[in-house]
């Protein structure tokens, strides 16, 4: 049987051995011989981003990571939310949450993008738009729009579990952030907005009949609301109905700037009037919008799930207290009493009836397990050969994959396994051993924050032996070269390659053969969102030529710690 990491490595510290003993000790096993700030997270819990303040209290962000244009739905006690998820494969997350404030991560609605071969290489701010969840009898739905090819919507009836295959709604270029609507007589709409850099039109919301089983529109579809006027760059629609009143709930105003609108009619094809519920105020808490309006299990208490846009962090998801005054929402606290709102920072949490444990989303990973933790994607639909865990040893193993032909920077490869920044500050460390094929030169693996400006550390194959590199590029949308500084021989295969991510995003990379003295490389980078997202750290294997026997890279573990 494997020796366990987390027991062996917890009975060498009761032994009282030192940070060298306990790289002599476990230099036969598996335990990681590290020092305090590389030792494997004791507990499922984030070390570096916790919203649960204790005490019935709660801070905002909920989740510091980019959820991007995040919709929620309840079932019973049970809340479900999604998110935009692009080109990222897989996509279309799964969080999971009893009170709205502790969530997991659960799974993925879709394993690869469609159309597949057109998704095989990254695709940049395209795919997975502004999704919608919806709970219609007995099952699971999410609508979502992708700019080049339509509405598609996927169904299941465990959230947790395989979702069925996508199903085309409504082709053509333009149609995004959809959301379905099923009226009390079984009636089915569909509410969508439009990208301008695709239909050359936008600003203005459209609402089409489907058939009962929301699996195609029935008619060209009607405008339901022209944003022109008033309310530039109106998307986002969330449909609901209460009161008698038909709502659309919709962003407006831009991802950053903006506010949330409201609006309503009596009749789902309008005149809706319109109301401004939510916006700045006196806050730090910069364009709050888009997202959803859930209630309480007992009904007596109404939320709401936004995003913030924090440029390299992404999207950041908050959650505001909501209230019903004649029939209008107020979302957040409505100090002057004017019927709109501001965003809370801390708050009392949902009364949801039960206290619920704290729980965060995964982000360490030890690679134990038979599948990959649910932090990791990809950048493009991945090929089978790129990653393979090798639980017995506890190790994924990263072949090195050819380079496109096109390839003119990081921003052309798909075979980068990222996961999300989760914190404003925190620090990702990995150790892995490279193996390249001898009848090579340039095959790389290493530690990676990507976005529109990125860097990373690596080990690179020459004719005597393994390099550590450091680059940086910039402008990579761009087709910046890069920028590569080697740093000099490694002695060996086997490294520790760190990022430290501080407040702004400067990111200052180390590496570490002993994984006790860390040396630091390089001027920091600034980290920098990608196409609608964040930055995102993580790992990666690739090299220059064909060949028919890839080298490969065994990955022993990647923690995210303070």
């Keep these: 049987m494997r020796p366990n990491k987390y027991l062996a490595f917890s009975l060498l510290l009761m032994l009282g051995c030192t940070n060298e003993q306990l790289f002599t000790r476990s230099s036969t096993n598996k335990a990681p011989a590290v020092d305090k700030a590389v030792a494997s997270p004791t507990g499922e819990v984030s070390q570096v981003w916790v919203a649960d303040g204790g005490r019935g209290s709660y801070k905002n962000p909920i989740l510091y990571a980019d959820y991007s244009d995040p919709d929620v739905c309840r079932v019973g006690e049970d809340y479900y939310m999604t998110s935009s998820s692009f080109n990222a494969v897989p996509g279309l997350q799964i969080l999971h949450s009893k009170d709205l404030v502790n969530w997991n991560l659960i799974g993925y609605a879709l394993d690869r993008l469609p159309p597949y071969d057109h998704f095989a290489k990254p695709q940049h701010g395209n795919g997975v738009w502004a999704p919608a969840i919806r709970y219609h009898e007995g099952e699971f739905y999410i609508y979502w729009g992708d700019p080049d090819f339509g509405i598609y919507m996927v169904k299941t009836k465990d959230p947790a579990g ?11 270029k333009g149609l995004i952030d ?84 409201v609006l309503r009619s009596k009749n789902v094809y309008g005149p809706y009037e319109e ?34 846009d924090v440029e390299a962090y992404g999207r950041i998801v908050h959650l505001q207290p909501m209230q019903w005054k004649n029939d209008w929402p107020v979302i957040g606290e409505d100090l002057d009493r004017d019927g709109k709102g ?103 693996t290493g530690l990676i924050v990507m976005g529109d400006s990125y860097a990373h550390i690596s080990l690179v194959s020459k004719t005597d032996g393994l390099y550590l590199a450091y ?92």
């Design 178 to 261: 959809s959301c379905p609507f099923w009226d009390d007589d079984g009636q089915a709409y569909l509410v969508h907005g439009w990208a301008g850099s695709r239909a050359g039109i936008k600003s203005i919301l459209t609402l089409n009949r489907m058939n009962p089983e929301g699996t195609e529109v029935l008619d060209e579809g009607v405008l339901v609301f022209d944003g022109h006027d008033s309310h530039p760059t109106v998307e986002g629609p969330k449909m609901h109905k209460r009161n008698d009143y038909y709502y659309i709930f919709a962003p407006a105003g831009g991802v950053s700037t903006g506010w949330q609108l």
């Design 471 to 562: 680059t940086k590029g910039e402008k990579a949308e761009k087709g910046t070269p890069d920028k590569e500084e080697l740093l000099g021989k490694l002695n060996g295969n086997e490294v520790y390659f760190r990022v430290k991510v501080d407040k702004g995003g400067i990111c200052q990379f180390s590496y570490s053969e002993n994984g006790a003295q860390f040396k630091e490389v390089g001027t920091p980078l600034t980290a920098m969102p990608g196409k609608w997202i964040g930055a995102k750290v993580g790992v990666f294997a690739v090299r220059q030529d064909k060949i028919n026997d890839s080298g490969f890279a065994d990955y022993d573990w990647f923690r995210i710690t303070p």
């Design 275 to 308: 109301k401004i519920v939510m916006d700045q105020g006196n806050t730090p808490v910069n364009g709050p919008h888009q997202g959803a309006w859930v209630d309480t299990p007992n009904g007596k208490e109404d939320w709401f799930v936004h995003f913030q």
């Design 342 to 444: 501001q965003p809370v920072m801390t708050h009392r949490k949902p009364a949801v009836g039960k206290n619920h444990p704290i729980s965060t989303p995964k982000e360490s990973d030890e690679f134990d397990d038979h599948k990959l933790g649910l932090q990791w994607q990809w950048h493009a639909n991945p090929k089978a050969t790129w990653a393979f865990l090798n639980p017995a040893k506890g190790q994924l193993r990263l072949f090195t994959d050819q380079l496109p032909e096109s390839y003119k920077n990081f921003w052309d490869v798909p075979n980068l396994l990222l996961q999300k920044f989760p914190a404003e500050t925190f620090t990702a460390t990995t150790k892995l051993k490279f193996t390249p094929n001898e009848k090579l030169q340039n095959e790389r």
């Design 162 to 172: 395989r979702w069925e295959k996508p199903v085309l709604v409504k082709e053509g």
